[in-house]
């Protein structure tokens, strides 16, 4: 953890910042073993300092996890912004950066009227580059945590059945992943089917019963020690009533593949958007989603595979591919697996087949 806050306490003085505000929950863990649930603290960082600001609640849970931070909890009528702004006030600190995407105007205001003599500026992403290049120690949770998905992924096809609910299906998936070691949804399972629901890229589970020539799309991955997995299959009812369905699975399936088979370090982010894409849109379709991104404490992280990305894969990235076709009426399918970027290409951290599961 020291070596990570390090490397931030170096960026905060080559750009000229005398301080940095650090309050995302998985930022905060990232940086200091805490944890805790995420808004309950606000990290003050400088050069040589580094204070983790909280309530009465979590001052001991943080000084037994953090190492190298002052703790302190605000006082009765206060905030955490408000005592960072009050911490900031006390250090004097002249120019301070901060994520503005990562806090409420209320929570900036309040903090900005404790540190007048403070300007306060769009500090770059320092965490997001940090954390997009995983250690050995995050790839091996992080490969504990795809292993459970998938292990509690082929006990679920054991249960699917006509008849079965989307909600159903979704609360057997959490069972699985609970029984198996997980701590339970990584983020809310997606589970989508028929022509209608399944058409929906990010649909909400419902009382929707499966019935017999259904294609089931399902978005699932639990999370271990803080870490995600991501994974989608679409898995069919018996034979899929519409032969189109059959066409789209095939075609979701290729262009999966074609981005796999490209995966290398220094590859760009727009060139592998291009050419999942270009597998799709041959057979008239379009995929109505960003077809891939990173994860590790948080389910979506940078980078994410997109046209206007020209970033390039580096070694120790976690990545997902994740092609879909959704056409009302029809139906809907997607196919999203892991992977590691290594020195030499990449590894492919999801083993579950990627042939369409028929379930009898």
């Given at each position: 953890m020291n070596k990570r806050l390090e490397a931030i306490q170096k960026r905060i003085k080559e750009d000229g910042l005398d301080g940095l505000l650090v309050g995302?929950?998985?930022?905060?863990?990232?940086?200091?073993?805490?944890?805790?649930?995420?808004?309950?603290?606000?990290?003050?960082?400088?050069?040589?300092?580094?204070?983790?600001?909280?309530?009465?609640?979590?001052?001991?849970?943080?000084?037994?996890?953090?190492?190298?931070?002052?703790?302190?909890?605000?006082?009765?009528?206060?905030?955490?912004?408000?005592?960072?702004?009050?911490?900031?006030?006390?250090?004097?600190?002249?120019?301070?950066?901060?994520?503005?995407?990562?806090?409420?105007?209320?929570?900036?205001?309040?903090?900005?009227?404790?540190?007048?003599?403070?300007?306060?500026?769009?500090?770059?992403?320092?965490?997001?580059?940090?954390?997009?290049?995983?250690?050995?120690?995050?790839?091996?949770?992080?490969?504990?945590?795809?292993?459970?998905?998938?292990?509690?992924?082929?006990?679920?096809?054991?249960?699917?059945?006509?008849?079965?609910?989307?909600?159903?299906?979704?609360?057997?998936?959490?069972?699985?992943?609970?029984?198996?070691?997980?701590?339970?949804?990584?983020?809310?399972?997606?589970v989508a089917s028929g022509p209608e629901n399944g058409a929906n890229c990010h649909a909400t589970p419902s009382l929707r019963r499966l019935r017999e020539g259904d294609l089931v799309t399902i978005d699932f991955g639990t999370g271990y020690q803080g870490y995600c997995s991501d994974i989608t299959r679409t898995v069919a009812i018996g034979e899929p009533k519409n032969p189109e369905l059959l066409h789209i699975y095939n075609t979701v399936k290729l262009a999966k593949r074609a981005g796999e088979a490209i995966l290398r370090p220094g590859l760009p982010m727009n060139e592998l958007h291009r050419a999942i894409n270009e597998v799709v849109e041959a057979e008239g379709y379009q995929i109505p989603h960003g077809p891939g991104h990173s994860f590790g404490l948080d389910i979506h992280e940078d980078p994410f595979i997109a046209a206007s990305n020209s970033y390039c894969l580096e070694p120790g990235v976690v990545h997902t591919l994740e092609p879909g076709i959704y056409v009302p009426g029809v139906g809907g399918v997607r196919i999203e697996d892991d992977y590691l970027i290594t020195e030499t290409g990449a590894e492919r951290l999801t083993n579950i087949t990627d042939e369409l599961i028929v379930l009898y």
């Open positions: 995302k929950g998985t930022d905060i863990r990232y940086l200091t073993g805490f944890t805790g649930e995420a808004g309950v603290a606000v990290l003050v960082l400088t050069e040589h300092e580094s204070y983790f600001i909280t309530d009465g609640r979590f001052t001991n849970q943080a000084e037994m996890e953090t190492e190298g931070f002052e703790v302190s909890a605000y006082g009765r009528g206060s905030g955490y912004y408000q005592a960072a702004g009050e911490r900031i006030a006390k250090l004097g600190l002249k120019k301070c950066g901060l994520r503005m995407d990562e806090i409420f105007y209320s929570d900036y205001m309040a903090m900005a009227a404790k540190c007048p003599g403070t300007e306060f500026v769009s500090a770059k992403p320092y965490l997001a580059e940090l954390r997009r290049v995983k250690t050995s120690e995050e790839l091996q949770i992080i490969r504990r945590a795809c292993n459970i998905s998938e292990r509690s992924f082929y006990a679920l096809l054991d249960h699917i059945k006509p008849g079965m609910t989307e909600i159903d299906v979704a609360n057997e998936l959490e069972y699985q992943f609970r029984s198996k070691g997980g701590s339970g949804f990584c983020f809310e399972t997606i």
